[in-house]
């Protein structure tokens, strides 16, 4: 049983169908258990097919078990190429009939096999307020910076690493006793807040730029 998803009759007449999402994810988990927990709370309109997971330690793992999603494990080591891999990716999504590809701390740079088959309906999530600080280890360059507030940012995944349209930002302040740790969780408060919404309006403009283009 995906998460999320309705009983027959359950669906008003004049609700869209619920958004069906592949999530991506290398690590615990959180930002997938946080758009779980929209789902259940009826604020993002969605169901959860399948999560996707490259590391076969990911706590993610535990957590989709738990919310009684089901989980794939792909380890990319056992695939020669990263676009081996990504082709696998998209025929796993397409078999669970995802709409959208939800990456929650996918820790992997993606490639145009995947891109092209869910081309403009692929979201990321990054800790950062981009196009400021883009990359790894964005927490640890926010604070050698010495930047005063950072934050993180949603967007549609293109081809570069964290250079795609922006869908949705939260800003965080960084405080002068601040660890990478501290600054990660208070950011982390925002992913799991935004993440959501962010799902929504992508889905949403996608939808009515569909609705739009000439017959």
Not at 112 to 129: V, Y
Not at 163 to 168: D, L, N, R, T, V
């Amino acid at each position: 049983n995906r998460l999320g998803s309705e009983q027959p009759g359950d669906q008003s007449s004049c609700q869209p169908p619920p958004i069906k999402l592949g999530i991506m994810a290398s690590g615990s988990g959180s930002n997938f258990e946080a758009i779980a927990q929209a789902i259940e709370r009826k604020e993002l309109n969605a169901t959860i097919e399948v999560v996707i997971y490259n590391n076969p330690t990911a706590t993610v793992a535990q957590r989709a078990m738990r919310l009684g999603v089901p989980s794939k494990l792909m380890d990319h080591r056992t695939y020669e190429t990263r676009e081996a891999l990504d082709n696998a990716i998209a025929a796993q999504l397409k078999t669970d009939q995802v709409d959208w590809v939800i990456m929650a701390g996918w820790m992997r740079r993606v490639t145009q096999q995947l891109l092209s088959a869910f081309q403009g309906r692929i979201l990321n999530i990054h800790p950062s307020l981009l196009p400021s600080i883009p990359g790894i280890r964005a927490v640890e360059q926010a604070l050698a910076a010495q930047v005063k507030i950072t934050g993180c940012s949603v967007h549609l995944v293109e081809l570069i690493v964290d250079s795609g349209p922006i869908i949705m930002q939260a800003a965080v302040p960084v405080l002068p006793t601040d660890t990478p740790a501290t600054l990660q969780a208070r950011i982390q408060v925002q992913e799991h807040r935004i993440f959501p919404q962010a799902i929504a309006i992508a889905a949403h403009q996608a939808n009515t730029s569909f609705e739009q283009q000439p017959t």
